[in-house]
């Protein structure tokens, strides 16, 4: 053999290994750039503006509505429950906390009725006609102050609940109304049940 082929043939080895080399360095890229990122930069874990909770079911609380009738949480299961609580009747603080439901609930559109607004009030007098007239289908319950301490975190505040019964979410007692009715949406948007 000529050495002019000899280099010729050298030259058509050395273009195939690189030529491979190349495309090894293209398939692996995607996979070390991935690692890198995913180690490199994390993301935040939480999307959701309310505080996840442990999955459990909710605290089987009872009382009786504004007419009298019992009320029991459990009834409301197969629905989506916005649960509020207040433990000194209806003062400003708790007249934001219902405006932040209501907003929340219109703000699901057509979706709205698969959601049930609850206002638990340990506190003293039945809400009058103005509160009811500005919260229509509100669930008024009246209940033992001892039957809120069973609800995780401290009243005032916002629970949610899903149709199966367990506790989801808890929002603070003045929350962002848009970050409550986005989670809401997500979770309507989610779940086939309810």
């Known amino acids: 053999m000529s050495e002019a082929?000899?280099?010729?043939?050298?030259?058509?080895?050395?273009r195939g290994r690189r030529t491979i080399l190349l495309l090894a360095a293209v398939c692996i890229a995607p996979v070390?750039?991935?690692?890198a990122v995913y180690y490199f930069y994390p993301r935040t874990a939480q999307v959701n503006y309310g505080t996840l909770l442990p999955t459990?079911?909710?605290p089987p609380i009872e009382g009786t509505t504004d007419d009298g009738a019992p009320f029991r949480l459990t009834d409301l299961r197969g629905r989506w429950v916005m649960l509020a609580a207040s433990a000194t009747g209806c003062d400003a603080?708790?007249?934001?906390l219902l405006y932040a439901t209501r907003q929340a609930h219109t703000m699901q559109g057509k979706e709205r009725d698969r959601v049930v607004r609850v206002w638990l009030d340990a506190g003293g007098a039945p809400p009058g006609h103005e509160l009811r007239a500005?919260?229509?289908?509100?669930?008024?319950?009246?209940?033992?102050?001892?039957v809120l301490a069973v609800l995780p975190g401290a009243p005032p505040g916002i629970w949610l609940i899903d149709p199966l019964g367990n506790l989801?979410?808890?929002?603070?007692?003045d929350p962002?109304?848009?970050?409550?009715?986005?989670?809401?949406?997500r979770l309507l948007r989610a779940s086939r049940i309810g």
């Open 32 to 35: 070390v750039a991935s690692y």
């Open 93 to 96: 603080a708790c007249e934001r």
């Open 134 to 146: 500005q919260h229509p289908g509100l669930v008024v319950a009246r209940v033992p102050e001892r």
């Open 176 to 185: 962002d109304i848009k970050g409550l009715a986005k989670d809401l949406t």
């Open 168 to 173: 989801v979410l808890s929002y603070p007692a």
């Open 5 to 14: 082929t000899q280099a010729q043939s050298a030259a058509a080895a050395a």
């Open 56 to 58: 459990a079911p909710a």
